[in-house]
């Protein structure tokens, strides 16, 4: 009987290292996969992109294993602050205001806020953009500075770009707010768009990372700043865009 005891404490022990272990060696990255060249769904089903190689080469270098969730863009930072994932990384902006709920790591690329329209639209600059109906995704700065700008009325909430733009083709709005890359890869992929000369924003993007977890912060920073170093990053953003 004593030897059935130890041998079941034995393996609740064992079970018990094996998942905190398992734990600690994944770094769990949440994201939204409709983004391209940042994360996009590609042929084989895997998510893939500039954030999602990035985070790979992160994981390697802290020798964690590299896990990614799909989840609405509107989600992440909820879901850091939760600890469903260890860090966001999603072409997303650093503002004073999500500073509030997360940490954000340096830097690792610039986005431009631009405006989609029509071929031939009347829009042709920023300015232009009183009055009209304007599309943006969900939670994101090109929402926030458009319901700011020119009022919550004027403006169309959708849960990603592809719907936004999608909404734009049929009508049910005059422009769509959006990254410029993003952008970039919408019109390439749709004809009859034009990105407006005149930019909107020009931001940074960062990982976001728990207020409560400094450590990962740290190592993630350390790690960029290798990356940065040795060319990697560079590499992986000169695959994804490629020069003009
Ligand atoms: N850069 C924008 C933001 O942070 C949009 C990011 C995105 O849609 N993935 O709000």
Redesign the pocket.
């Known amino acids: 009987m004593k030897k059935l005891l130890a041998l079941v404490l034995a393996l609740v022990m064992l079970f018990t290292f094996a998942a905190c272990g398992s734990a600690e060696k994944t770094l769990v990255m949440g994201?939204?996969a409709?983004?391209p060249p940042?994360?996009f769904v590609d042929d084989n089903n895997n998510i893939v992109g500039i954030d999602a190689e990035i985070a790979a080469a992160v994981a390697e270098k802290l020798g964690k294993e590299l896990e990614i969730k799909d989840m609405e863009?509107d989600s992440?930072l909820t879901a850091v602050q939760s600890g469903s994932i260890d860090f966001a990384l999603?072409?997303?902006?650093v503002?004073d205001e999500?500073k509030l709920s997360v940490n954000f790591s340096d830097t690792y690329a610039t986005?431009i806020?631009v405006v989609i329209v029509p071929e031939g639209s009347a829009i042709k600059t920023v300015d232009d953009l009183e009055g009209k109906k304007i599309g943006v995704?969900t939670?994101?700065?090109?929402?926030?500075y458009c319901t700011d700008d020119f009022g919550q009325e004027n403006v169309k909430q959708y849960n990603?770009?592809a719907l936004a733009i999608a909404a734009l083709k049929n009508g049910q709005v005059d422009c769509v707010v959006?990254?410029n890359e993003?952008a970039k890869n919408f019109v390439k992929a749709n004809e009859g768009l034009v990105i407006l000369k005149t930019e909107y924003a020009v931001?940074d993007?960062a990982a976001a990372i728990s207020k409560d977890n400094e450590e990962l912060l740290n190592d993630f920073n350390q790690a960029l700043k290798e990356l940065k170093e040795d060319g990697t990053i560079d590499k992986i953003i000169a695959k994804y865009i490629p020069a003009e």
Not at 90 to 93: D, E, N, P, R, Y
């Open positions: 994201t939204n409709t983004f940042y994360e863009f992440l999603a072409g997303m902006t503002t999500r986005g806020q995704q939670g994101t700065t090109g929402d926030i990603n770009g959006i990254d993003p931001e993007y």
